[in-house]
């Protein structure tokens, strides 16, 4: 069964360092989604795009975050100037069409870890 | 804005017995609703989910019933074993996609 594939799997890093999360979604899948997951509370949406530009973001994606699709294949997000309350779960999705006509798959996940 | 409710946070039952999971969602707009299970530091894996023309959808022990006029969907786990305890999430979704998640509901199952 395809996958959405993610590496690292944990990153630790200072604080005020830039970081590169990568992800390369299911290969016929069109949608491409961040999401993170601070310890214990819910998955909070980041970002999606589509046709390589953001479609949405939420107020958590600030100027610090930039999504990448370099190409064919990868999806990328960066941090550029990490702060400790970075320190999340990063999930990557992908899906083939939108919204309710078919489900997103999800990434196993990268720890982002910020000392 | 968005927002979804999830009820109970916590929620212990014993082997064989039902769990039901409720959620609420404020957008009337929303028309998919997926359920994921999530075991500890692993990713959400979809279960079963629901759109908006359906009002009931059932895969084996698992089922999602949704009441859009009330704006509420519910998880129901019959004949419940120790693998089904994990933490499930509830998320509603326009059409753009961006999944909106309840606070989750942490089911333990006891032997």
């Known amino acids: 069964e395809p996958e959405v594939t993610q590496t690292p799997s944990h990153q630790v890093t200072q604080m005020g360092q830039e970081v590169i999360l990568h992800c390369v979604p299911i290969s016929n899948h069109l949608y491409f989604y961040w999401y993170r997951q601070i310890l214990g509370q819910k998955v909070e949406f980041l970002v999606s795009?589509?046709?390589?530009?953001?479609?949405?973001k939420s107020e958590i994606f600030d100027d610090q975050f930039s999504v990448e699709r370099p190409d064919g294949s990868n999806f990328t997000l960066k941090i550029r100037s990490t702060k400790l309350e970075d320190s999340a779960m990063y999930f990557c999705?992908?899906?083939?069409?939108?919204?309710?006509?078919?489900?997103?798959?999800f990434g196993q996940g990268t720890r982002l870890t910020v000392v | 804005g968005e927002n979804v409710e999830q009820h109970p946070s916590t929620l212990s039952v014993q082997e064989g017995d039902s769990a039901v999971i409720k959620c609420t969602y404020s957008d009337s707009a929303s028309n998919y609703f997926p359920w994921y299970k999530q075991e500890l530091g692993k990713r959400p894996q979809l279960i079963i989910d629901?759109?908006?023309?359906?009002g009931e959808k059932k895969d084996q022990r698992i089922a999602v019933t949704l009441n859009k006029t009330a704006k509420h969907f519910s998880l129901h786990i019959t004949e419940t074993q120790p693998e089904d305890s994990a933490v499930y999430f509830c998320?509603?979704?326009?059409?753009?996609?961006?999944?909106?998640f309840g606070q989750g509901t942490t089911l333990q199952v006891k032997p």
């Open positions: 629901i759109r908006s023309n359906v």
């Open positions: 795009f589509y046709n390589n530009e953001i479609s949405e």
């Open positions: 998320a509603a979704s326009l059409n753009t996609g961006k999944l909106i």
């Open positions: 999705a992908s899906s083939q069409e939108q919204g309710a006509r078919t489900e997103a798959f």
